[in-house]
């Protein structure tokens, strides 16, 4: 091999690797070309293809739709003082959109406001399938020292912001618990019932009971809406742009009077029980309430476990309105119904006479009148009177179950009276038929003696007392009641004869003025009523009254209206276990009657209603302009 | 070779489309960081770093690439005695220990080390490479590159240590490695990937998965790629105009000044402004091909065609991510992603392609 040789074929080996290179370096070429055309297609198909899709995406980034909530109605009594208001409040919440240090800042909360870790924790994982923007609620109407704590410390809570929301108000509390009810979040249930269409969303408050859930739609009012332009955090960046305005609630006006519904409250006091007060000539609801009341300004946050747990599981049911949904038999004050069908039908004379020694053997068994040495004898005005059992067991036995019923259901006892208020309960009527259905087993002709003293299953509610009273207040025209101050729906005449229930209301005025209702008396206001006692079951036979544990003791009841002579206002008074309803029933009523007759009664020593309710009178603002719309001529001074 | 022939000779078109391309960077990052509180000053500081660049530039521009080549193991010696004082002492950033603080600026030596890897490699290549790459080149140069990977990887920031990979690959390519043994190393890579994805953080592996399935954990790894989509998308053919692109500005778009710059430039100046991106990097790009075949010898060849596939992978990387199309690894895009070491280390390989061209013609 010469050095030539050499020399070539060190040219050759290096020509070709230049070549060789060469094509590398042509392959590395295409490959650039090839991946810049090919990113260059990626940006054709994301920015022209499919760029308007993106931009619309881009556009949901940024803008974000905020809801607008309405503020709900006020609800007002006659005289135009609130029940129940919306007022704006601050809520804390943490963002949970861009949430970073959750930790640290959960702990932090606990060492600045002393809301526990653990629970606000808990509480956020909860919130874990919800969507990010709906921010976690830390606690709910903060005080404006609350708001500085935090924002003074802003660096140590990058999440949590202020929120303002609308929070409802009860300025009576209690007093109306029952009646005007409170609203909280919609339920899974109500929102899945309206359909995906409805108006309602999550988050959205509702009435849930009272008044606030029979009238919602209207309290409710319609959310609007706006746009909002956030950053990535959910931080609003720049205007807002309204969509749609919300729609405010409309107020509503009730034909309730707080100051009777207080002295009502007051008046049961610590005892378990319930009254409604109604105009008798409308059906206006005056007062309606039930003890033991709550207070529905807990309910209007989100309650916490405890109170609410307190108060579902409180034995005595605070929860539960009495006034409506509990049914109690009707005891004495049923005997009105006994002597409107005994005359009605002709049974009997009012004039004929019986004879009352103490009891009465019937079916072969003894009824015991509730006086042990007898009234002697009674027409059918003083047995009213004086509540002689052993004329009504007559007077029972011989109208038949039937008729009975049949005059009760004319009064509309035992079937709901279609009130607005939701859970109204109808109570029992029984008859044989009731009973075939209800049990399988013949009405026993004893069952009929027991009802004529309106003992046994029969059981009404207080509102249908009231309405039944009403309807003998006015001569037979019986009222539809009602809580909405602009509707007006008209009594029922009812097919009567006018001198039955003449009859009837002199016998219920003497019962105040001289028999079992004395305690109702109201100087010069004639009052009429009926008192009544509804058995409880005893199991602790043979003992005084006065010394039965208390709930062996019989329910109270006192129906009645006033004026006698021109009914302004008729009553449904009951008192669970207590006792006589002359005694404990009655007084309860009078103290709401002399609130509503204040005005119209002498000075005298004033009681504590009285002089709760002239202070008062003393606050209301407005009470001449409000009472002249009213509808309710209570200024003008019986004759 | 002197001054003026230097001058006569010098490859200005290459300064200036890098210098375009870092001022498109220069005003991406003004808008997206311009209104954004704490970070007004962001876009003079990267002006500051591209002078500061360009000097850098202009060093490297005026010793002849032989100088650079013979001092080139010294050189990347001391990139690797650097990254391991970075582990030692380095400021950590995100979980990444990578950032070696000097006064009150902060450097990354694994930039660096990417421009001493590509010296050291074409200068390997050159010096001891006659007769193609067999198994003892294939290892010597793996030590090269595979040194800096592994400190890069124990700060441990995968996406860096990643970028080195088409640097290495590049060059057993341009060695003339026989098919079979690059068959062989693709093999062995594949065979060691179950291990590396073992040795993979939870976070990472997601972040392959999302690619594969992009709607996977919208909220989390997938909220990134699928916000860079909508922000490129969103700019259609014209774009929503200078400092109007909501997705960056407003923040739903994270690193939107680093790794997704390009997405807010998609988005304010549209797919008109990303084909004008590429379009640049085209340009750039082919200058290393053209400096590479005019070069006077094979180091120019060598080193040319290095610093074009350290440039090229990284685009190829991270557009690759803007568009979702790649796994969300933090490679920033050459020139136009914030960060002062990438733009000069980047500046510095320009530097070489215009080294290498300007002096194309032997003495």
Not at chain 1, 350 to 356: D, T
Request: one cysteine or more.
């Amino acid at each position: 091999m010469t050095l030539m040789d050499y020399r070539e074929r060190w040219e050759l080996k290096e020509y070709r690797y230049s070549q060789r290179l060469r094509r590398r370096i042509l392959v590395l070429h295409a490959a650039l070309l090839a991946l810049l055309v090919g990113y260059g297609l990626g940006f054709y198909y994301l920015q022209v293809v499919r760029g308007d899709e993106y931009a619309l995406l881009a556009e949901n980034n940024r803008l974000r739709r905020v809801p607008l909530p309405p503020m709900r109605g006020t609800i007002f009594d006659r005289n135009g003082e609130v029940l129940a208001s919306t007022r704006p409040s601050m809520n804390l919440v943490l963002r949970r959109e861009g949430l970073r240090e959750a930790d640290a800042q959960l702990r932090r909360l606990e060492g600045v406001l002393g809301v526990p870790y653990a629970t606000l924790r808990a509480r956020l994982d909860r919130m874990r399938d919800r969507p990010p923007f709906e921010p976690l609620v830390i606690r709910e109407d903060v005080s404006l020292w609350e708001v500085a704590k935090i924002e003074s410390r802003r660096e140590w809570f990058p999440s949590v912001e202020v929120e303002q929301v609308p929070l409802r108000s009860y300025p009576a509390g209690p007093a109306v618990a029952h009646v005007i009810g409170y609203v909280g979040e919609v339920s899974e249930a109500q929102l899945a019932t309206q359909g995906p269409e409805g108006p309602l969303q999550p988050g959205d408050l509702v009435g849930k009971t009272g008044i606030e859930r029979a009238l919602d739609e209207r309290l409710r009012g319609q959310r609007g809406w706006k746009l909002v332009t956030v950053n990535s955090l959910g931080r609003q960046f720049g205007e807002a742009r309204i969509g749609q305005e919300p729609v405010n609630g409309a107020p509503l006006r009730t034909t309730l009077d707080v100051r009777l519904q207080r002295a009502l409250v007051e008046a049961l006091g610590e005892e378990a029980g319930a009254g409604v007060f109604m105009d008798p000539r409308t059906g206006g609801i005056l007062a309606l309430a039930s003890t033991p009341a709550f207070d529905p300004n807990l309910f209007a946050s989100p309650v916490t476990p405890d109170s609410w747990r307190s108060l579902v599981e409180d034995p005595r049911r605070p929860l539960h309105d009495r006034a409506i949904a509990s049914f109690y038999a009707p005891g004495s004050t049923f005997k009105v119904i006994l002597s409107v069908a005994g005359v009605e039908t002709g049974t009997i004379s009012p004039a004929a006479v019986r004879y009352c020694s103490g009891s009465i053997v019937l079916y072969g068994r003894p009824f015991l009148c509730w006086k042990k040495g007898g009234h002697g004898a009674v027409d059918l005005e003083r047995a009213l009177v004086h509540s002689c059992n052993v004329y009504f067991y007559q007077l029972g036995k011989a109208l038949g179950i039937e008729a009975i019923a049949r005059y009760a259901d004319l009064f509309n006892l035992g079937r709901p009276t279609g009130v607005e208020l939701p859970g109204e309960s109808g109570g029992v009527l029984p008859g044989p038929e009731w009973k075939r259905k209800r049990t399988g087993e013949p009405w026993y002709a004893g069952e009929t003696i027991s009802v004529s003293i309106g003992q046994g299953v029969l059981a009404v509610t207080p509102l249908q007392m009231a309405t039944m009273i009403s309807a003998v207040a006015t001569g037979g025209f019986l009222p539809r009641p009602h809580v909405c101050a602009d509707v007006a729906p008209a009594p029922v005449k009812l097919p009567l004869a006018d001198d039955t229930l003449g009859l009837v209301r002199r016998a219920l005025q003497q019962v105040v003025e001289a028999g079992t209702g004395r305690r109702a008396a109201l100087g010069p206001i004639p009052v009429a009523g009926k008192t009544g006692t509804a058995q409880v079951f005893k199991r602790s036979a043979g003992i005084d009254a006065d010394e039965l544990p208390k709930h062996e003791r019989d329910h109270a009841w006192f129906v009645g209206y006033a004026p006698a002579d021109r009914p302004e206002i008729a009553f449904a008074v009951v008192v669970e276990h207590g006792g006589h309803g002359g005694t404990a029933a009655a007084p309860i009523a009078r103290r709401v009657l002399e609130v509503f007759f204040a005005d119209r009664l002498p000075e005298r020593e004033p009681s504590p209603a009285l002089i709760a309710a002239a202070a008062f009178a003393r606050s209301d603002p407005a009470p001449a302009a409000e009472r002249r719309g009213g509808g309710h001529e209570r200024a003008a001074p019986s004759p | 070779m002197n001054g003026p022939r230097l001058l006569r000779s010098l490859d200005l078109t290459t300064v200036v489309v890098a210098l375009l391309l870092a001022a498109i960077g220069v005003l991406a990052i003004a808008s997206a960081t311009m209104d954004q509180e704490g970070r007004e000053n962001l876009w003079w500081w990267q002006v500051i770093w591209l002078a500061l660049a360009l000097l850098a530039c202009l060093v490297v521009v005026t010793v002849d690439y032989h100088g650079w080549a013979a001092f080139a193991l010294v050189l990347h010696g001391l990139a690797l005695v650097l990254l391991i004082v970075v582990l030692l002492a380095g400021r950590e950033v995100g979980g990444n220990r990578s950032w070696l603080a000097v006064g009150s600026v902060s450097v990354q030596p694994s930039e660096l080390a990417k421009w001493t890897t590509c010296l050291a490699l074409a200068t390997y290549l050159a010096r001891r490479v006659r007769a193609g790459i067999g198994l003892r080149e294939a290892v010597e140069m793996g030590l090269i590159a595979g040194l800096p990977v592994g400190l890069v990887a124990m700060q441990p920031d995968m996406g860096t240590a990643l970028t080195f990979v088409p640097i290495y690959l590049a060059a057993l390519f341009l060695g003339g490695v026989r098919w079979k043994l690059l068959v062989a190393v693709l093999i062995l890579g594949v065979l060691l990937a179950p291990i590396g994805w073992a040795h993979l953080k939870d976070y990472q592996k997601e972040r392959i998965l999302t690619v594969l399935d992009p709607e996977r954990d919208p909220a989390g790894v997938g909220y990134q790629v699928r916000q860079s989509k909508i922000a490129v998308g969103s700019g259609r053919i014209a774009g929503k105009g200078f400092g109007n692109g909501t997705q960056s500005r407003l923040n739903f778009l994270p690193a939107h000044d680093t790794d997704f710059i390009l997405a807010v430039i998609a988005e304010e100046f549209g797919f008109v402004g990303a084909l004008a991106v590429l379009g640049l990097f085209y340009v750039l790009l082919f200058r290393c091909i053209l400096a590479a075949r005019s070069a006077q010898d094979r180091l120019g060849t060598y080193i040319s065609l290095l610093v074009l596939c350290w440039l090229g992978g990284q685009i190829a990387v991270n557009v690759g991510m803007v568009l979702g199309y790649l796994p969300t690894i933090g490679v920033p895009l050459p020139l136009l992603s914030r960060g002062g070491s990438a733009l000069l280390a980047t500046m510095c390989g320009v530097g070489l392609i215009v080294n290498v061209r300007s002096r194309r013609f032997v003495n």
